[in-house]
């Protein structure tokens, strides 16, 4: 077996705020003598039901820490160590998913808050050699015109250098919000560029899969994971060439399945899919990126369907052609590596 920390991937699911690590939720609750409840502190992974309470149980721990996100220097902090510890676990590439609207208020409104995560992506990137690029995410529970007021944001600074927007998504419970009203938002995004990575087929089925990829056209859904229902509109979104990223870990927190072994990864990767393992929040649910290889690994996956892995997270990412190429290259020799 080879060690999973230096097989070079890409990490294409992390949200800002729940990429944070606990001690630094912990210093910072100090700091502003905040007293965080001990479901947080005790570093045990969330776990609730699938349900509408479970949702609101997890999105409050979420608010929770991200209401102690309130400076210039914590929003560049978290960038920053998200990427350290993306590098100490082979991510060559960090596709990092912020809404700023709530953290507009502190800095000045929504255009300096993302500018300052745009500033220190690409700083951290020089600093780590691992290239942080950003996805601007709308959420479900606000009203589509805020999806559009970020979508025009996202696409004034869409590029395709780290340090830029290289995406526009759409997060939070999947149960609210009328798909199609966000479709406006999405045209805006696609006409500049941007690829498209909303979440669908987490906590809904495949008919919120269809009705997602209908309206929105994702280039890679966030979780899809329950497309796996639906072996034809699997097939189908493998033939648009949809990417799937898959967040096993977090899919057990949320109650999505009981146990890790229940993940369907081994029906996406039978149907051909591409997939990118991700670690979503792993400040709630204490489990990084590479424990989701782990994951795949105790589902009996030998390290050459591994490696696959990680050379589908590497396909699936925005980087450069020459980028991609040098990390797939790096795959390889890990695979020649000798086992231990
Ligand atoms: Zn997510």
Redesign the pocket.
Same mark, same amino acid.
């Given at each position: 077996m080879r060690d999973l920390a230096t097989l070079p991937k890409a990490h294409l *699911?992390l *949200?800002f705020t729940g990429s944070m690590r606990l001690d630094t939720l912990k210093a910072l609750a100090k700091e502003s003598h905040t007293r965080l409840p001990s479901s947080i502190t005790d570093g045990d992974p969330l776990h609730v039901p699938a349900d509408a309470r479970g949702w609101f149980r997890f999105q409050r721990s979420y608010d929770t820490a991200r209401h102690l996100v309130c400076t210039e220097e914590t929003m560049r902090r978290i960038i920053r160590e998200a990427a350290i510890d993306d590098a100490l676990e082979g991510s060559r590439r960090l596709e990092i998913?912020v809404d700023p609207t709530s953290y507009a208020p502190f800095v000045g409104g929504i255009t300096p808050a993302l500018e300052i995560i745009l500033d220190e992506a690409r700083q951290t990137t020089t600093v780590t050699g691992v290239e942080v690029a950003v996805v601007v995410a709308a959420s479900r529970m606000r009203h589509p015109l805020d999806a559009r007021t970020l979508a025009r944001l996202a696409a004034r600074y869409a590029g395709d250098q780290p340090g830029t927007v290289v995406g526009f998504g759409l /997060?939070n419970d999947e149960r609210f919000g009328t798909t199609s009203s966000f479709a406006p938002a999405f045209s805006i995004a696609r006409r500049a560029g941007l690829a498209l990575l909303p *979440?669908g087929g987490?906590l809904l089925g495949p008919d919120h899969v269809r009705d997602v990829v209908h309206h929105l056209g994702p280039t890679r859904l966030? *979780?899809g994971v329950r497309t796996s229902e639906d072996p034809r509109l699997l097939d189908a979104l493998v033939e648009q060439g949809i990417a799937f990223e898959l967040?096993p870990a /977090?899919n057990v927190c949320l109650g999505i399945y009981e146990q890790e072994k229940d993940v369907p990864l081994r029906t996406l990767v039978d149907h051909g899919a591409t997939i990118a393992l991700g670690a =979503? =929040?792993p400040l709630l649910f204490a489990s990084r990126l590479t424990h989701q290889y782990e994951i795949a690994r105790d589902m009996g996956l030998n390290d050459a369907a591994i490696a696959d892995l990680a050379r589908s997270s590497i396909q699936a990412s925005l980087a450069s052609p020459s980028s991609k190429q040098q990390w797939l290259t790096e795959v390889d020799h890990w695979l020649d590596s000798p086992a231990t």
């Open positions: *699911h *949200h998913q /997060s *979440h987490e966030g *979780h967040c /977090s =979503d =929040d």
